[in-house]
């Protein structure tokens, strides 16, 4: 029996995921349809960092970064804070780029329709009252990653993060999302090889800092045995956009007085606990996420409470 699954720890997204899958969607339209179905629901998904890893054919093995990126391109720099002095919440606002990153995705997947995608994310945003947060996701809908470079967006950041309110958000910062596209890394452990996003397993603080909210991440494939596993942080305490009824994570790094400006444009830390396990011929034989985990090692791959099995022969996906 050829059949996809797919799994996640997000009850929201899984719903959204599994409705995409079971009308004939692929695993990757699965897991972006889940994602901004969160992102609808809460205001503290949809501007936080999002990894995503796919692996099969038509793909290669490709990783996708949607972390935020650390605002001031094209700005001078600012003369930065001093020791001692307080830091306003506004100065860690980043820019988000994990509606670019997504979309980037998608454009490897012929048959994926962007309205289709969004249809849960904007009525679950409907239902919980954030009348702007759906109105942002209608935007999406219509226009892709043009959304975030439109008037509307770009006011809303930066009343919210931009210079007048201590932050260091500007313009160019949505025009310029770069490096979103890459090979993922081959990772031999376990006496397997696993395809990673090339950032997973930078040294990360354990466990994972508060300001980064709560860790979820969705696991798919879909009857071509196509693979993808997707990372996203709901963060609950942070920086609120309020005209777009939306939280923004404290991830950028302020500027201090005398210590060098971390590069604008790059990207800030954050976890991709997920992985696809391949076989010698790089097919997909199973993908696996560890949603609370920060760093990716043997150890939280061996261990990782989400997976989904594929068998090439019988084609067919079955969650463990």
Same mark, same amino acid.
């Given at each position: 029996? %050829?059949?996809?699954?797919?799994?996640? $720890?997000?009850?929201?997204?899984?719903?959204?995921?599994? !409705? #995409?899958?079971?009308?004939?969607?692929?695993?990757?339209?699965? #897991?972006?349809?889940?994602?901004?179905?969160?992102?609808?629901? *809460?205001?503290?998904?949809?501007?936080?960092?999002?990894?995503?890893?796919?692996?099969?054919?038509?793909?290669?093995?490709?990783?996708?970064?949607?972390?935020?990126?650390?605002?001031?391109?094209?700005?001078?720099?600012?003369?930065?804070?001093?020791?001692?002095?307080?830091?306003?919440?506004?100065?860690?606002?980043?820019?988000?780029?994990?509606?670019?990153?997504?979309?980037?995705?998608?454009?490897? $997947?012929?048959?994926?329709?962007?309205?289709?995608?969004?249809?849960?994310?904007?009525?679950?945003?409907?239902?919980?009252?954030?009348?702007?947060?759906?109105?942002?996701?209608?935007?999406?809908?219509?226009?892709?990653?043009?959304?975030?470079?439109?008037?509307?967006?770009?006011?809303?950041?930066? *009343?919210?993060?931009?210079?007048?309110?201590?932050?260091?958000?500007?313009? %160019?910062?949505?025009?310029?999302?770069?490096?979103?596209?890459?090979?993922? %890394?081959?990772?031999?452990?376990? !006496?397997?090889?696993?395809?990673?996003?090339?950032?997973?397993?930078?040294? /990360?603080?354990?466990?994972?800092?508060?300001?980064?909210?709560?860790? *979820?991440?969705?696991?798919?494939?879909?009857?071509?045995?196509?693979?993808? /596993?997707?990372?996203?942080?709901?963060?609950?305490?942070?920086?609120?956009?309020?005209?777009?009824? +939306?939280?923004?994570?404290?991830?950028?790094?302020?500027?201090?007085?005398? #210590?060098?400006? #971390?590069?604008?444009?790059?990207?800030?830390?954050?976890?991709?606990?997920?992985?696809?396990?391949?076989?010698?011929?790089?097919?997909?034989?199973?993908?696996? /996420?560890?949603?609370?985990?920060?760093?990716?090692?043997?150890?939280?791959?061996?261990?990782?409470?989400?997976?989904?099995?594929? !068998?090439?022969?019988?084609?067919?996906?079955? +969650?463990?």
């Amino acid at each position: 029996m %050829t059949r996809g699954a797919v799994t996640s $720890d997000d009850a929201v997204a899984a719903e959204a995921a599994e !409705d #995409v899958l079971l009308s004939g969607g692929s695993a990757l339209g699965a #897991v972006v349809a889940g994602f901004f179905a969160a992102a609808g629901a *809460h205001s503290g998904v949809l501007l936080s960092p999002v990894s995503l890893v796919a692996a099969g054919a038509g793909i290669g093995a490709r990783a996708f970064d949607g972390r935020c990126r650390q605002p001031g391109l094209g700005s001078k720099r600012p003369r930065g804070f001093r020791d001692g002095e307080p830091v306003p919440p506004q100065a860690s606002i980043g820019v988000p780029a994990g509606i670019t990153a997504l979309l980037v995705a998608l454009a490897y $997947d012929e048959q994926a329709k962007i309205a289709r995608l969004l249809k849960v994310g904007i009525r679950r945003a409907r239902d919980s009252g954030a009348l702007a947060r759906a109105e942002l996701l209608e935007r999406v809908r219509a226009v892709g990653g043009s959304a975030i470079t439109e008037p509307s967006f770009v006011r809303a950041f930066l *009343h919210a993060a931009g210079e007048g309110a201590g932050g260091l958000v500007g313009t %160019t910062d949505f025009r310029s999302i770069g490096n979103i596209d890459a090979g993922a %890394t081959i990772y031999e452990a376990l !006496d397997s090889r696993w395809a990673l996003a090339p950032w997973a397993q930078d040294e /990360a603080p354990e466990p994972v800092p508060t300001d980064f909210g709560i860790g *979820h991440a969705l696991c798919a494939v879909d009857v071509q045995g196509l693979a993808v /596993a997707l990372s996203y942080r709901r963060v609950m305490n942070g920086i609120p956009i309020d005209e777009l009824e +939306v939280e923004a994570p404290p991830l950028a790094v302020p500027v201090r007085r005398g #210590v060098p400006r #971390v590069a604008p444009g790059g990207s800030l830390a954050a976890p991709a606990p997920i992985a696809v396990r391949l076989d010698a011929s790089g097919v997909p034989l199973e993908v696996v /996420a560890a949603p609370a985990a920060g760093r990716l090692t043997p150890e939280v791959l061996e261990k990782a409470k989400l997976r989904v099995r594929w !068998d090439a022969k019988a084609r067919r996906a079955d +969650v463990v």
